[in-house]
Every structure is written in C-alpha cells, then in structure tokens.
C-alpha cells in the first residue's frame, strides 16, 4: 500500500508538473505530496531498517527531489518518461546522461564480497556482549558502507536493466585524501546531488563558499536527527548526530582555508597516502566520537541487531531448506 501510494503521488507530481510552470502554482500543487513522504516511513513499525531505509529515501530524498521540481531544478523532470520518472523520485537514483560515461556496470566480485563481509559482520554480532567497544563500532561502520554500497549499486542494476543508466552512488571512500574529498566526491553522492542545487548554490550565490558549506552541513545534520528519531521513534535528542556534522562542516572550512594558505606559500602538498591516512583517521575517530552512540540509544543498536540476526536466519533456513517455497522452487 506504501508503495503504491508514494508512486501514485511521483504520477500526480509529474503531470502537475508538467501543467504548470516552476514556482508558486506548482509548489502549491505539490504541497499535499510533503506530509505523505514525511509520514509514509511510519507506517512500518515493526522493522528499523525498513523504516531507516524508507526515511531516507522517501522523507530526506524525496522531499528535496520534490522541493527542487517546485522551482524547476533538480533530478526530476516532468519530461521524463513514467518509469525513470518514478524511479528517479522514489529512489537513491540519479540517471546519467545519455552521453554521460559516468553510469558503471555493477561488479559482481565487489558484490559477492560485500555480502561475505556483511555475513560475517552479522556472525560477529553474536559475540557483541563480549567485544570492546570500538571493536563494535568498528564493525558498524563496515557494516554501513558495505550495506549501503550494495544496495544503492542493485538499485541501478535494476535501472540498468530497464534500459536506465544511473550514476555511482558511492566512489571508493575509503581513497578519499580529504574531509572535502570524502563528503563531496566519494561518500552518498546522491546526498550530495540534492544537497548541492538545493542548499549549496543559492547560499553560495548570496554569501559564499564558506557560508554555503556550512550551511549543507547544518541541513545534513538536520536531517540525520531525523533519521535517527525514525530509527527509534523517539522525540528526544541529545544533538549528538547534529554535532557530528557540524564538527565536519567546521572542519571542511578550515581545511579549504589551511589548503589555499599551504598552496600560496609554496610549499609542497603531503603525500597522497599521507593525507588519505590522515582523513581517515579523522572521519573514524569523530564517528567513533559522535555518529555510532547517536545511533546506540534509546533501543536502536538492540533492535537493529535483532533484525540483522533475523536476516542471517531467514537465509540459513533458506539454504537449508528448511523454508517451504525454498524447497519448492528447489
């Protein structure tokens, strides 16, 4: 019912749209379409990940789609045909181009290892009670980039196969030489695509790099509060996860200004495996610091691990055959 409720408004957004002109008749056309992206993750109360998951691509990404269709900008566009238009705007998708060579082909050996990773994560989380505390944090953080750069590369391969060239979502973050380089070329770079045109250009435009910057980062931080309140339903915040993007927003300030100050003096930039060391160290230390334990409280990490624990058990049964339609299909 979800599904077809938030595909039957992308049809509604798309032929408005296409009546009307960018601007305040289409926004007001489009408004009764916000609230149900907000609410349509909560209507899965029994599991975190799916509602984690339909957060983010429903209430973060597709409400800013909607918002930048509104004024005409965007990945959205009422030309499109029906299917990459709903696929656009229901999921973490940007289409490439036409005569884009950005679209890669999905690597079945990264795939196949990103799930031997992921199930030998879910094996470890056996032992939790028993492993430190960055040692569990450091398996979340694996855990994270390998589910998310296998999911969101299956979803183009599923676009792919329907005739529809998408753009990397993730470009190997753990090569990044820079906070810069990480948040802007390498990490969710759909995130980055909304982000952009919608926050970034116009602050940029009417005050400035450094403004625009850290004003992404204060929106990405509103966003990942909202994000952990649909992953517990719970309306407290310590400002633990905003504080985190905040951190990196200041961060990726100075480093602009240190990098300009470096350059004009002459001297010799660091290494590359220098810098890229050093950028991660950074980015694991302040999530270690202030992204893991926002997502470790109020029952998150306990339900999250249940259901991973599910997960691992609905596939052991499976190859067992131990599930009926399993065994049918076999």
């Known amino acids: 019912m979800v599904s077809l409720a938030v595909a039957a408004a992308a049809l509604y957004a798309r032929a408005s749209s296409s009546l009307l002109r960018p601007g305040l008749p289409r926004l007001i056309a489009l408004l009764p379409l916000f609230p149900l ?12 990940i799916v509602r984690g998951l339909a957060a983010f ?3 973060w990404l597709g409400t800013f789609k909607l918002a930048l269709l509104a004024v005409g900008r965007g990945p959205l566009d009422p030309a499109l045909p029906v299917l990459p238009f709903l696929f656009t705007a229901l999921l973490p998708v940007k289409l490439a181009p036409a005569s884009s060579n950005k679209a890669k082909p999905v690597s079945l050996v990264s795939c196949a290892v990103k799930v031997a990773v992921i199930a030998a994560v879910v094996r470890l989380y056996q032992l939790n009670h028993r492993l430190h505390l960055y040692a569990r944090l450091a398996l979340y953080g694996v855990h994270t980039y390998c589910f998310l750069d296998l999911l969101l590369p299956c979803i183009a391969a599923a676009a ?6 998408a753009e990397p979502q993730f470009d190997r973050p753990y090569l990044a030489s820079s906070l810069r380089d990480f948040w802007g070329r390498r990490w969710n770079l759909m995130v980055s695509a909304i982000l952009r045109p919608s926050v970034y250009d116009p602050v940029r435009a009417l005050a400035g790099i450094p403004a625009a910057v850290l004003a992404t980062f204060a929106v990405s931080a509103l966003m990942h509060e909202a994000m952990v309140y649909y992953l517990s339903l719970q309306c407290r915040s310590d400002g633990v996860m905003a504080a ?6 200041v961060c990726c300030v100075l480093e602009g200004w240190c990098a300009r ?3 004009a003096s002459g001297w010799p930039a660091p290494p590359r495996p220098v810098a890229t060391v050093l950028a991660g160290l950074f980015v ?9 334990p926002a997502l470790c409280k109020d029952g998150v990490e306990e339900k999250l691990l249940q259901e991973w624990a599910a997960v691992a058990a609905f596939f052991q049964d499976a190859g067992a055959g131990k599930i009926p339609w399993y065994g049918q299909l076999n």
């Not at 792919?160 to 060239?165: C, R």
């Not at 985190?244 to 927003?249: A, K, N, S």
């Open 244 to 249: 985190f993007f905040l951190l990196h927003g």
């Open 57 to 59: 691509f429903l209430a």
């Open 261 to 263: 100050r470096w350059a």
């Open 284 to 292: 694991t230390a302040t999530s270690f610091w202030l992204f893991f």
């Open 37 to 48: 992206l907000v609410a349509a993750p909560l209507a899965f109360p029994s599991s975190a």
């Open 160 to 165: 792919a196969a329907l005739g529809m060239e």
